[in-house]
């Protein structure tokens, strides 16, 4: 059974990642990152500090370490459970739709334009991302 669950504000969520039975992040329009911590009962808004982007996409490594990505290809990584965002060199222009980790230094992106679908490289120790993603062929 589907439970409606309201996160106390009117933007468009576009992704949502669960944690945990209890723990999850979702994304949407307006720089939006909300988290719940009790399973939907009640989610919270995090000021993240992001401006002018719609978020579309997010991954959590580990229950601190997650990435997010939007609008104008942005990338935006957090070390401490979503309190600070630190914007990641990217050499995309395009909307960055989705991302995943798949192991703690390593997540997948994909995109529009050209089918960007690039490899991430994240050091956990920088601030900034070491490499950028490359755009990737037309799928066939």
Known sequence: IWTASSYGISKNINDIQ??????????????????TGDGGGLWSLINTGISSVDLKGVSFYDNSTGLVVGTAGKVYITSNNGVDWTALVSSSTDVLRKVHYFDQNNAWIVGVGSAYIGKLVVDPTASVLPATAPRGEQPR
Do not use: P
Request: glycine share 6%; aromatic share 6%.
């Open 18 to 35: 669960a944690r945990s039975a209890t723990l999850a992040y979702a994304v949407g329009d307006d720089q939006t990152v909300v988290k």
